[in-house]
């Protein structure tokens, strides 16, 4: 008889059993209208930078990177040891880094954008192999002694980092990217004493003409 | 330049920009909805955007696009222009005049909101 009562009532007061659930889920708290609006304000914003195109690519920043290019090629052609040579072009590679950041992120400020949008980080992830790979063979050539073919290595990579960084910017950058394959290939082909010309020509010249385009038809 | 103006809109989301009695003007229904708003948005900092690339800037199907974008183009908001590259069709969607009104005018109206809200 106890047993018999002491099951009953383990049913009837199972905790398990006792719980109610309905069939329809209690309405969540409703979500307050200026934070949809708020959300309604991103995914417009989310919207645009997927959709444009990186334009905070550095037309005057590009020129003065082609000055200072210009400036550090007649310093290793007139540097003494293939040492000397690399380092100064390391130190303007450095330099040309900076400067582009610096007039990237001035130029997306007076156009009221967002440095780190979609875009710019798209064409900053399209240029990092060649980035990597570049001081990665920089390296082994140094080390090796081949020196001589580090300016066509150097031309070629950074035309295959701006022309596929390009694609998601505005047209006459992958033209940029594209004309520093040309003078690539040349340096490639070509014999060892047009190096530094052709480092002259590819990292200041084609940067100042087409920094110049950008700044006068892309915005500054 | 109008580009500019509906970006710096969002940019600037303070009290001065918003119109007083803004807030009061009836939501567009037509860019209310998510994948509508989302073409709108696109197309407004782009001159033309095709089918193609407007499916993978949104994320979202053939079905689903093809049949928001008929409402807009309805609605007068973007025009529609169909092409042949080759054999391949090719459709492009750009936005009107109205469009960018209206885009304008829901950016206004959000921001209404949220000074209003603040303001209590």
Redesign the interface.
């Known amino acids: 008889m106890l047993l018999c009562v002491a099951k009953f009532s383990a049913t009837l007061y199972n905790p398990l059993m006792a719980i109610v659930r309905p069939i329809r889920r209690e309405p969540a708290e409703p979500v307050?209208?200026?934070t949809?609006?708020?959300d309604?304000?991103r995914?417009?914003?989310s919207?645009?930078e997927?959709?444009?195109s990186f334009t905070a690519v550095p037309g005057v920043g590009g020129m003065l990177m082609g000055a200072t290019a210009l400036l550090a090629s007649f310093s290793a052609h007139l540097s003494r040891s293939p040492r000397a040579w690399l380092a100064i072009w390391s130190g303007e590679a450095l330099l040309a880094l900076a400067i582009g950041l610096a007039f990237s992120y001035r130029k997306a400020v007076r156009?009221?954008?967002a440095l780190l949008s979609r875009p710019f980080r798209r064409f900053v992830l399209a240029m990092v192999p060649s980035v990597i790979v570049g001081a990665l063979l920089t390296f082994v050539l140094h080390r090796a002694g081949f020196n001589y073919l580090l300016p066509a290595v150097w031309l070629l990579l950074y035309g295959v980092g701006v022309s596929s960084g390009g694609a998601f910017s505005v047209r006459v950058v992958p033209i940029m990217g594209v004309s520093f394959l040309v003078v690539g290939t040349v340096a490639a082909l070509g014999p060892a004493g047009w190096a530094d010309w052709l480092m002259a020509a590819g990292f200041g010249g084609l940067h100042i003409l087409f920094g110049f385009v950008i700044a006068r038809y892309y915005g500054g | 330049m109008a580009k500019q103006g509906v970006a710096a809109k969002i940019e600037r989301r303070g009290p001065e920009a918003i119109s007083a009695g803004s807030g009061a003007r009836s939501l567009d229904r037509i860019i209310h909805e998510r994948l509508r708003l989302g073409i709108v948005s696109a197309l407004s900092v782009n001159e033309t955007l095709t089918f193609r690339e407007l499916k993978t800037i949104l994320s979202t199907t053939d079905g689903n696009l093809s049949v928001h974008a008929r409402k807009l183009e309805e609605a007068g908001y973007i025009g529609c222009e169909k092409k042949f590259e080759g054999r391949l069709p090719r459709t492009e969607y750009r936005l009107t005049e109205q469009g960018r009104t209206a885009l304008e005018g829901y950016l206004t109206h959000m921001e209404a909101l949220i000074r209003a809200t603040r303001q209590q």
Do not use: V
């Open positions: 307050a209208l200026h949809q609006a708020m309604n304000l995914f417009i914003r919207a645009m997927s959709a444009g156009n009221g954008t």
